[in-house]
């Protein structure tokens, strides 16, 4: 029964993967917020750009 916890706690592979899984949702975030921002200062530039038509 100790021999199991030992391998248990020795285990990395779930570590591994939620650390890939946080890292990615990380990037999914800023990609987000990046694409959110630049889709506002694009729409006010078009916006911008129509009323001076």
């Keep these: 029964m100790l021999s199991m916890f030992r391998k248990a706690i020795k285990d990395?592979?779930?570590?591994?993967?939620?650390?890939?899984?946080?890292?990615?949702?990380?990037?999914?975030v800023a990609a987000i917020a990046a694409f959110t921002t630049l889709g506002t200062k694009l729409s006010s530039s078009m916006t911008n750009t129509a009323s001076k038509l």
């Design 12 to 28: 990395e592979s779930g570590a591994t993967a939620i650390e890939y899984g946080l890292i990615a949702a990380l990037i999914s």
